[in-house]
């Protein structure tokens, strides 16, 4: 009887980079198990549905003709959506004044925002970043980079508005300028789309790609330690004791998880250590109709602030109905504090919202990326993986990992990158081993 020599790949996390590491290396022609703690798949990537509206965990968005997009394509994972409105019903919150958002060199030069010279400045950046070289500002923190740019105070803080929105990051002292500048090329050239039914949708495609090539899907599976015997990966263990056997193992889980499942690994402890989170406070809620229906974005200015109505260019509310994300770029101390702020501006874009609410969650400290590019270390291309050093057969995967793009863009392009290396040094590995049992039997 033949026996089967196929790797045996384990991939730790059933979110958005474990499925696409679980889908190529299942491709790749590895035996494939994806380990997932929680009782659902996609991590923060998981939609859920009450009372026919279809809620993400805080506001998600799809960069078209991002590494996302292209993974998807590649895997044959269908998307659809629809872009955001870009009509007269998006404002930018300044202080306690709602004032038209510019959308465009007209509106800008239009725009009550800014002073004259503030105008100039920004329509000059502006214009300039989609073509500049990013790689004539590696090293660079974004924050340096604008002051660099920009002199005028209220110039200064409506670029800061849009790159925020662009990578969902408020620390722009520390943001790489090459990695944000990147991201709102990205955005401003082909734009985004919300997607139907809710990121579900994505989820359950590459679910269903990594099944039909062969791979097991198992949740509720808590791994608590990666095994190895003389170098090599022997086994995953379980919460229960129980262990899964395991050629490779890809992390596709946050730094600090990976660290403790390999406490013996110097790389993971530093990445650990290393890695600064990206939070933001979310309120999203279910009305049963929308009481102001232009009034579909807001921009915070002065705050970190955003507003969208997600219904507005997706399915996800029944007929009539509406689904509203509020966020704030990073979370505050307060929770409560940090709740009625986002109350605040879902009352003010939507007068009476409060008493419309089908359903309503307050998230006040969501993860919305494990680590992000940092000018210290480099940018994106300073990022960690997806092999680990001093750890033959394990490799890392998720939106803190890899030189390729950030947030989803960053899980996907870096959860190929890990099944692809995986598959190239195990084929290698079973081919050595194969030879060597030739030349022992001649």
């Not at 590494?67 to 590649?74: F, G, I, K």
């Not at 870009?86 to 925002?113: C, F, H, K, N, Q």
């Not at 790159?163 to 985004?192: H, M, N």
Request: include cysteine; charged fraction near 20%.
């Amino acid at each position: 009887m033949a026996t089967n020599t196929a790797a045996r790949v384990v991939v730790i996390g059933g979110g958005l980079a474990g499925l696409a590491a679980a889908a190529y290396a299942a491709r790749a022609g590895g035996r494939v198990t994806v380990l997932e703690k929680a009782t659902e798949l996609g991590g923060r990537a998981a939609t859920h549905e009450k009372k026919g509206f279809s809620l993400n965990i805080g506001p998600h968005a799809l960069y078209r003709g991002g590494e996302a997009e292209h993974v998807l394509t590649e895997l044959g994972v269908e998307t659809k959506g629809g872009p955001p409105p870009t009509g007269g019903g998006a404002y930018a919150i300044d202080g306690e004044i709602l004032r038209a958002l510019p959308m465009g060199p007209v509106s800008l030069l239009t725009s009550s925002l800014l002073p004259f010279v503030g105008k100039i400045e920004v329509a000059r950046l502006l214009a300039g970043l989609g073509s500049l070289d990013v790689a004539t500002v590696a090293g660079m923190s974004f924050e340096a980079f604008l002051r660099k740019k920009v002199r005028t105070p209220e110039a200064r803080d409506v670029v800061r508005a849009l790159i925020r929105l662009s990578t969902y990051t408020s620390d722009l002292e520390r943001l790489a300028a090459d990695a944000a500048i990147s991201q709102f090329q990205l955005g401003t050239t082909r734009g985004v789309i919300y997607l139907h039914e809710g990121w579900q949708t994505m989820v359950k495609g590459l679910a269903g790609v990594a099944r039909a090539a062969g791979a097991e899907i198992v949740a509720s599976a808590k791994v608590v330690s990666v095994v190895r015997e003389d170098g090599r990966v022997k086994a995953v263990r379980l919460a229960d004791g129980a262990e899964i056997p395991a050629d490779v193992v890809i992390i596709a889980a946050s730094p600090s998880l990976a660290a403790s499942l390999l406490p013996d690994v110097p790389a993971l402890s530093d990445w650990a250590a290393a890695a600064i989170p990206v939070t933001a406070a979310c309120l999203d809620v279910a009305l049963s109709r929308l009481p102001q229906p232009r009034n579909t974005f807001a921009l915070g200015i002065d705050r970190p602030l955003y507003f969208s109505v997600h219904s507005a260019a997706a399915r996800l509310a029944p007929e009539g109905g509406a689904v509203i994300h509020v966020a704030r770029y990073g979370a505050l101390e307060d929770p409560r504090a940090a709740e009625r702020e986002l109350e605040e501006v879902l009352e003010r874009l939507q007068p009476g919202a409060k008493h419309l609410v089908v359903e309503r969650r307050f998230l006040p400290s969501i993860t919305v990326a494990h680590d992000f590019p940092q000018a210290s270390r480099g940018g994106a291309r300073g990022r960690p993986g997806p092999m680990v050093p001093g750890a033959p057969g394990v490799f890392v995967a998720g939106d803190w990992v890899g030189p390729a793009g950030m947030l989803a863009d960053a899980s996907l392009a870096s959860g190929r990158a890990a099944a692809q290396a995986a598959t190239r040094r195990e084929a290698k590995v079973l081919g050595e081993v194969g030879r060597k049992v030739l030349d022992a039997r001649a």
